[in-house]
Nanobody
């Protein structure tokens, strides 16, 4: 079994910052990519950012220039540094890992609320 556990969510004022963390543990499986998704109120889960094993990084357009994805040296931790947050960033943020064989693993999610 592979477990993903997110942390770092919370309440932040508009314009503020948060740093999300996700630890990958359990059965040791090589991951081809680590990513963050989010589900905003009343909407489907959507892609936010991804970092591939080779280091390639992708962001959804709405977070470019504001969010930064990174990973730990052992590739068993992924971070999402979020800045200039606004109300549209409110939602549950999920960590995702994809194995080299294409299997998807998900965390339970961490709530991010941007409000004054």
């Amino acid at each position: 079994q592979v477990q993903l556990v997110e942390s770092g969510g919370g309440l932040v004022q508009p314009g503020g910052s948060l740093r999300l963390s996700c630890g990958v543990s359990g059965r040791r499986i090589s991951m081809s990519a680590l990513a963050w998704y989010r589900q905003r109120p009343g909407k489907e889960r959507e892609f936010v950012a991804r970092i591939r094993n080779g280091g390639n990084i992708e962001y959804t357009d709405s977070v470019k220039g504001r969010f930064n994805i990174s990973r730990g040296k052992a590739h068993d931790t992924v971070f999402l540094q979020m800045s200039s947050l606004n109300a549209e960033d409110t939602g549950i943020y999920y960590c995702n890992a994809v194995s080299n064989f294409g299997a998807d693993y998900w965390g339970q999610g961490t709530q991010v609320t941007v409000s004054s």
